[in-house]
């Protein structure tokens, strides 16, 4: 067997007192793994990227990926960026029924153990089990039972050791999974509704969590399961919108965060932490919201980028006939009407609304269509229209300042690429500063 595992020592020395924490990258681009690797190198930590349930799956998800995939996409890109292997974790977010709550609960539950199954035996060694929402024949009129929530977890949980056990067959260095679990966890992706009220979970549905859960572990036979079981999914009060972000309140969540030192072995997990302010996710880590998960705020970020660089293509060529534009911002939001399944729930209002939405919400439904051939196709001539010339430093300036005194200052280099992914880098480096990523090596 390995050494512990590289979340359980971080768990170690939050209750240590070490204000210490992770960030979780819950991403399937590549501009986006690779910021995060070559931003570590440069750290020399971990870095934790995770596939969500309905991204990849045994279908293949939305991306086209079974685990076993993604898990050589990223290891690819590893290669590419000269990063080592050994030092990404691998996490699986929101296993369960999630893509089929609108199934009966038992063939919901059967695709949710090949999922687990598919996950662990693929090298996952992060897994969030989450069984928190109704499916087709529970009473939607009625709050789902603490209980029923925690069997079917804890059901994966089996499943998912039987598959780790049958790993440790083949390679005795496997790494021994660590589990996160919940029964209050955020909907993927943001909320749904901007008028939504942000409730702070109670102490007393924390604790009732931690141990139903426990029973429900106990009962089948995965005592040494529950001891890997590193954190809890709690809302500590931070949610987005199409346009509102909810802003952590330490205060609001201070009773929530005392009675997480009961518990020698966990920290919680906050998601839905994209667009807190870099004070703000270093206060939930020094209350003990150890690992930060951060998915749209990622591809927000490169969407910025990827709309910067087309604005400075367009001043760059608009007039040059040789050179045929990309007219990339077009191009998405024309894929995006012509699939409109992807962001049709989340965005409402009038046309003019939608329209903005599409482009600019913090739910960032664009990244969906960022495999849409034609979209690629649109990024692939901007970037090569922008390697014809050297972008002016006026330019940069004026669209993407931040990169622009990277360039002067000799930190970043004057190519487009670089500069897009120095824009998720920007993100990126708020989650640092939070986690004290250098402390976790």
């Given at each position: 067997?390995t050494?512990?595992?590289?979340?359980?020592?971080?768990?170690?020395?939050?209750?240590?007192?070490?204000?210490?924490?992770?960030?979780?990258?819950?991403?399937?681009?590549?501009?986006?793994?690779?910021?995060?690797?070559?931003?570590?190198l440069?750290?020399?930590?971990?870095?934790?990227?995770?596939?969500?349930?309905?991204?990849?799956?045994?279908?293949?998800?939305?991306?086209?990926?079974?685990?076993?995939?993604?898990?050589?996409?990223?290891?690819?890109?590893?290669?590419?960026?000269?990063?080592?292997?050994?030092?990404?974790?691998?996490?699986?977010?929101?296993?369960?029924?999630?893509?089929?709550?609108?199934?009966?609960s038992?063939?919901?539950m059967?695709?949710?153990?090949?999922?687990?199954?598919?996950?662990?035996?693929?090298?996952?060694?992060?897994?969030?089990?989450?069984?928190?929402?109704?499916?087709?024949?529970?009473?939607?009129?009625?709050?789902?039972?603490?209980?029923?929530?925690?069997?079917?977890?804890?059901?994966?949980?089996?499943?998912?050791?039987?598959?780790?056990?049958?790993?440790?067959?083949?390679?005795?260095?496997?790494?021994?999974?660590?589990?996160?679990?919940?029964?209050?966890?955020?909907?993927?992706?943001?909320?749904?509704?901007?008028?939504?009220?942000?409730?702070?979970?109670k102490?007393?549905?924390?604790?009732?969590?931690?141990?139903?859960?426990?029973?429900?572990?106990?009962?089948?036979?995965?005592q040494?399961a529950?001891d890997?079981?590193?954190?809890?999914?709690?809302?500590?009060?931070?949610?987005?919108?199409?346009?509102?972000?909810?802003?952590?309140?330490?205060?609001?969540?201070?009773?929530l965060?005392?009675?997480?030192?009961?518990?020698?072995?966990?920290?919680?997990?906050?998601?839905?932490t994209?667009?807190?302010?870099?004070?703000?996710?270093?206060?939930?880590?020094?209350?003990?919201?150890?690992?930060?998960?951060?998915?749209?705020a990622?591809?927000?970020?490169?969407?910025?980028?990827?709309?910067?660089?087309?604005?400075?293509?367009?001043?760059?060529?608009?007039?040059?006939?040789?050179?045929?534009?990309?007219?990339?911002?077009?191009?998405?939001?024309?894929?995006?009407?012509?699939?409109?399944?992807?962001?049709?729930?989340?965005y409402?209002?009038?046309?003019?609304?939608?329209?903005f939405?599409?482009?600019?919400?913090?739910?960032?439904?664009?990244?969906?269509?960022?495999?849409?051939?034609?979209?690629?196709?649109?990024?692939?001539?901007?970037?090569?229209?922008?390697?014809?010339?050297?972008?002016?430093?006026?330019?940069?300036?004026?669209?993407?300042?931040?990169?622009?005194?990277?360039?002067?200052?000799?930190?970043?280099?004057?190519?487009?690429?670089?500069?897009?992914?120095?824009?998720?880098?920007?993100?990126?480096?708020?989650?640092?500063?939070?986690?004290?990523?250098?402390?976790f090596?």
């Amino acid at each position: 067997m390995t050494d512990l595992h590289p979340l359980k020592e971080l768990v170690a020395k939050q209750k240590q007192g070490v204000p210490v924490g992770v960030y979780s990258a819950c991403s399937a681009n590549e501009y986006v793994i690779e910021a995060a690797m070559e931003r570590a190198l440069k750290s020399g930590s971990y870095v934790l990227i995770e596939a969500t349930a309905n991204q990849v799956n045994q279908f293949g998800g939305y991306t086209g990926m079974k685990p076993a995939d993604f898990k050589e996409f990223v290891y690819d890109i590893a290669r590419k960026v000269q990063f080592p292997v050994d030092k990404i974790i691998l996490g699986g977010d929101h296993l369960g029924p999630l893509t089929w709550k609108n199934e009966k609960s038992d063939t919901a539950m059967e695709k949710s153990c090949e999922l687990l199954k598919q996950y662990v035996s693929a090298g996952f060694t992060k897994i969030h089990i989450d069984t928190s929402m109704h499916l087709a024949d529970d009473n939607i009129n009625e709050k789902l039972d603490t209980g029923v929530i925690a069997e079917r977890g804890a059901l994966l949980c089996k499943v998912a050791e039987e598959a780790y056990a049958e790993l440790v067959e083949r390679d005795k260095n496997t790494v021994q999974p660590v589990y996160v679990v919940g029964s209050e966890v955020p909907i993927p992706g943001g909320s749904q509704e901007e008028d939504e009220g942000i409730l702070v979970t109670k102490v007393s549905d924390f604790e009732t969590t931690v141990a139903t859960f426990k029973q429900a572990f106990y009962k089948l036979g995965l005592q040494k399961a529950w001891d890997n079981v590193i954190a809890v999914v709690v809302q500590p009060g931070v949610e987005f919108g199409d346009e509102t972000i909810h802003e952590y309140n330490r205060e609001a969540a201070k009773e929530l965060c005392q009675a997480l030192k009961k518990y020698p072995n966990l920290v919680f997990e906050g998601h839905s932490t994209d667009y807190q302010t870099r004070t703000g996710l270093r206060e939930m880590v020094e209350d003990g919201i150890a690992i930060l998960k951060v998915g749209p705020a990622l591809t927000f970020a490169l969407r910025e980028g990827l709309f910067a660089l087309s604005l400075i293509e367009e001043e760059m060529f608009r007039y040059n006939p040789d050179i045929h534009l990309s007219n990339l911002v077009n191009a998405f939001d024309e894929a995006m009407l012509q699939n409109p399944d992807n962001w049709r729930k989340h965005y409402h209002g009038n046309g003019e609304k939608l329209r903005f939405a599409r482009k600019y919400s913090f739910s960032d439904r664009c990244r969906y269509y960022l495999p849409d051939p034609n979209v690629q196709k649109s990024i692939e001539r901007m970037l090569q229209n922008l390697n014809t010339a050297t972008i002016p430093l006026s330019l940069l300036s004026e669209y993407l300042p931040i990169q622009y005194s990277k360039v002067r200052n000799g930190k970043l280099s004057n190519d487009p690429i670089s500069l897009l992914k120095d824009r998720v880098v920007n993100c990126i480096d708020d989650y640092l500063y939070a986690t004290e990523a250098k402390c976790f090596v």
